[in-house]
Nanobody, 122 residues
């Protein structure tokens, strides 16, 4: 019904940049929150950044000043620009959206992308 498709992962050297994209498709009425999570090997999934319908974006302390999240409501898309990448940024990055499906009234539901691997070499 609703799918999130991510792109943009890969291998990058420390200090480099990478841009992730995530596009949602399906019967979407409204997207409340678009955010990014990541999961490193052997670690729990952690929240990275969020972009809301109103108000400014928020970031985890570990990425503040280096990552920038942005959203394009017309395209149901969210992006993550990652600069000054560090080896500890290596993880699978997941797109998440809290949204309302058409016909669901005001009920919000959570949807996840399939994940994209980002590897930062030292």
């Amino acid at each position: 019904q609703v799918q999130l498709v991510e792109s943009g992962g890969g291998l990058v050297q420390a200090g480099g940049s990478q841009r992730l994209s995530c596009a949602a498709s399906g019967n979407i009425f409204h997207i409340n929150v678009m955010d990014w999570y990541r999961q490193a090997p052997g670690k729990q999934r952690e929240w990275v950044a969020a972009a809301f319908t109103t108000g400014g974006p928020t970031y985890a302390d570990s990425v503040k000043g280096r990552f920038t999240i942005s959203r394009d409501n017309a395209k149901n898309s969210v992006y993550l620009q990652m600069n000054s990448l560090k080896p500890e940024d290596t993880a699978v990055y997941y797109c998440h959206m809290q949204l309302i499906v058409m016909g669901d009234g005001s009920r919000s539901r959570d949807f996840w992308g399939q994940g994209t691997q980002v590897t930062v070499s030292s």
